[in-house]
């Protein structure tokens, strides 16, 4: 009997087992039963790289499609759920292929897709019938060149949506080869509002300090940008320049080539720009000195071609690619009477140089000359080249050259325009080639001359050319009929910001369609209306301005502009962004300060233990956002235990995830309660709870989109915002929902920085204070209608009051509580009401909390997050007794000031000088480029997380470290603690005894006895 029992065991062990291999092997094969259909789909695009959005079915048995097509792709694939029911599982298996972040659900029911318009590489339907949604709907969000994949009667049906045929093309940093800065894009339409937003958050060091981008083109549906390299180390300053190629219409990245390790200082003349050409198939640029033909699909370089000096003008006319070489870049100087200013001195070539033309498919050489050319354009029939010769100029020659044979059709010495050399070639077209002399040196005059035999058909005095639209010439002071030089208009255009001579300077004018001027110094735009009564409309768009150097750039009937570290537009969104007609996505004030609507969820009316002194249940542990406690730790701390909990990617959206601060931060600073530490997988839109004592799995959700800061905990509930819009009310002990509010004042969705987001995202981390919640959505007050502040009862959910804020420039960030008030910046609430008082004080360029971007160098200039009183940093730490800086420490009373009665004019916060100190400390391995970017305050000890750099090296050979000094006189408790990646930006929490601190690397570990 004992036998059998003990077989009959076995046997019933033996099919456990075979169970849960078979199950395991369903569970694989379900999603790669996919793989020939999902690659049947992608093979329709050209790469598969950029945005799908895939619209379920309601069938259980297809779950794991839309998570094959993006283990098979690195397209982002975002997927609208109608069936609640689905949701969930659907979630499962993306976070158990670790394929989260890359996939993103959410549940949708409507007829109107939530997406921008003309977005998705990719649109994959399994049923229409049953999501009910128009074709036309479809097509509206996909973009031109998209595929629409159909599944009608167990069969995949394809669509091409055809391209508008009044879409542009930018394929030149100048537009054309022509070198005229004039569009023909007719889908452009004003007003415009943000489509898409990618890269590093402004530009960093060197001319990254004023801009970040030195050319832009666009061609074949991508967009090809020259700038800083966004993971190169902002100390040592190694990275230089990248060409980064991104799909037009959603901004995801598609590839990266590193260009050279120098990129140039400030030089903010419009033409300075990098050499780069565009065409549908092939990208042409300078890499490394050397010319390089790429394939614009994949970024495999297809050949080079010798040049005799470094390639410094570029352009593509009639299938040949001419190249002005020179030997040595020389820079103009203002003093000679010129150019401009020192800030914007222009490139010109100070030695000897060559002009050479090539084949633009096979490479192959067909002419060249040995001339210093600083300017060309073409007509395509001829290549007009602007001689010079010494720096600055003794002589200047205007020479046509036949574009295929190289032969020299005429040559115009600069004395036929005046005795002093300083001529500037404009621009040509099929009848004329424009120049102007500048105003520094000689009479300001524009010569209009004729292609074919460089003889001059008319002069217009006192001015400067600055386009030709249709035909006419739009100077500085008019319009000008472009064959008989009459005045047509005394509508011309302005000079160019910062340009003295009225060519040069940061930013040119743009004409679009005729009757659009980009004025993008601060995002605004002129629209000549043709109206009599009204022959001018003006409008702005406030969230960001044109670039220094290109502006906003015209093409694929949206406008592209990259943006400044600087203070000139405050409230700029940062990034590389994308703009198009709004698209009704401006929200009014009754739109944003209306009631919200609560969706409830299983764990509904749930209510659990209160967090206790010791825990750390909120960012930076309390409601001041204080990151310091009073209680003790131990003397001697140890590594208890160390979690990997978010894996690193090796593709591009780990670069794009990377590039939205500039640095990583896979992880925020993590919650603790009782014995429970909440982490934030941001760019994975996951909440992932661990056991403090050995870091073993408790749970872990998935959400819709990014989640920018921690969750509060409060009385068994988990409250975190997401970027989808929406709040989420979790219960703590499993992640299940309790309810979610739409913060966001409508569902309009857009593509930043490789995810799927809200065009108001909420603020990860709520407020709770005296039993009111309060919570933020929005990008910006100077965007689709601001920011909105909705103050809620936590257990309901129910709105309590809201605060829209559409004046000033402001982001959104973490609330805060001081003497218990409601503050924001420098904007003070009643925090039971929502009552306006007067503004603390303010602080010139004062940035956000949760923005970690300036740790990365690309913060706007001056930019610092944290404030107490009278003193504002990127990163400190407080209690009521001390504040803790980057190696010293004052008294918390220091910083302390009175609330002012009325406005006070911003100013430049104060730093404490030594004789305020507490005491001060040096951190080993000691040298000036250690940086700190976490700090956090026990009672008893200080922590500093970050790096240590040595002067000019382009290494880091001395690492990351976790410091550990005592909170009363600075002194070190024990040795530097080695780590294996920096920490994440304010990445440490201190709860119950323990310390628990989050890494860049994606892991997490605790310190304690």
Known sequence: MHHKFRNLLLI????????????????STSIEK?????????????????????????????????????????????????????????????????????????????????????????????????????????????????????????????????????????????????????????????????????????????????????????????????????????????????????????????????????YGKVELDWRNVWPIVASEKIVYARIKKRLVFIDAVSGKVLKECNTTYNPSRLLLSNNTLVTACWAKKGFSNAKDGFENDRIRTVWWPSENGSLEAFDAQTGEKRWKHQMAVVTIASNNKSIFALKTIGNPPTQREL?????????????????LFGPIPDTCLNFANKDVVVVSKTKSKGKRT????????????????????????????????????????????????PRTYAGTNGIGGCIPPVVISNNIVTNARRGAFVEYTGNPKQPIKKSTFRGGRGACLQGMVPANGTLYTAQNNCACVGGQVGGFMALANNDNVIASPEEMNKKRIIEKGPAFGFKGEIASKTDWPTYRQNNERSSGVHSSLPRELKILWSKQVVEKRKDTFEMMWNSRYGVKQPLTQPIVVKDVIYLTAVNLGELIALNTSNGKLLWEISLASRIDSPPTYYQGLLYVGCHDGFL???????????????????????VAHGM?????????????????????????????????????????????????????????????IRKGELTFSNLRFNAKTGKKLSDNQKYYNQQTMIDCSWSGGFGKRSGRGFRLGRICKNIMAWNSESLALVSYTTKTSWALIPDPKKSIRAKHPDTPTRKDYTWSTNLRPHTAWSFINTVSLSGTTVFYGGSVFKYKRTTNPLGDFLWIHSAKDGKELQKPIKLKSKTCFDGIAIANNKAFICLQDGSVFCLGE
């Open 12 to 27: 019933n062990i033996f099919l456990l087992l075979m169970t849960s291999i078979v199950l395991r092997a369903q569970d």
């Open 34 to 262: 996919f793989k020939s259909e999902s690659e049947s789909i992608l093979n329709q695009v050209d790469s598969k790289k950029g945005f799908c959005i895939y619209l379920a079915s309601n069938k259980t048995d297809r779950l794991g499609f839309p998570i094959s097509l993006a283990k098979n792709s690195e397209m982002l694939i975002h997927c609208l759920v109608q069936e609640k029911a689905l949701l969930k599982k659907m979630r499962s298996i993306a976070i158990a292929k670790k394929l989260t972040g890359q996939v993103m659900i959410e549940d949708f029911s409507g007829k109107k897709l939530p997406y921008f318009k003309e977005l998705a590489k990719l649109l994959v339907i399994e049923d229409q019938k049953l999501v009910g949604i128009s074709d036309a709907e479809l097509l509206r969000v996909l973009a031109p060149g998209g595929i629409l994949a159909k599944k009608e009667n167990s069969m995949w049906k394809f669509q091409i949506k055809k391209r508008p045929s009044g879409m542009d093309d930018w394929t030149h940093p100048h537009h054309g080869p022509d070198a005229n800065l004039t569009s023909n894009d007719t889908v452009i339409k004003l007003p415009v509002s943000l489509k898409w937003l990618s890269g590093t958050p402004t530009g960093r060091g060197g001319f990254g300090s004023c801009a970040s981008n030195r050319a832009v083109v666009t061609s074949g549906g991508r967009i090809f940008t020259i700038g800083l390299d966004d993971k190169g180390d902002p100390f040592t300053k190694i990275g230089g320049a990248v060409l980064l190629a991104r799909d037009a219409y959603s901004g995801l990245f598609l590839w990266k080539i590193h260009c050279e390790s120098s």
């Open 446 to 493: 524009v010569f209009v001359l004729n292609a074919s035999d460089g003889k001059v058909k008319y002069t217009i005095p006192n001015t400067s050319a600055r386009n030709i639209v249709g035909n006419e010439l739009w100077c500085i002071n008019g319009r000008y009929n472009l064959q008989t030089g009459k005045i047509t208009s005394k509508f011309g255009l």
């Open 728 to 750: 989420y009310v979790l219960r703590a002990q499993d992640g299940e929902l309790a309810y979610k509010i739409r913060l966001a004042p409508k569902v309009k969705s857009l």
């Open 756 to 816: 799927v987001e809200s065009l108001w995202p909420v603020a990860g981390s709520v407020l709770i204070n005296d039993n009111i919640a309060y919570a933020m959505a929005g990008r910006s007050t100077t965007i689709n209608g601001g920011l909105v502040i909705v103050a809620f009862e936590p257990a309901s959910g129910e709105t309590l009051w809201t605060i829209n804020l559409d004046k000033g420039s402001f982001y959104r960030d973490a609330l805060t």
């Open 399 to 415: 020479i046509a050259i036949d574009l295929k044979t190289g032969k020299i059709n005429w040559r115009i010495p600069h004395t």
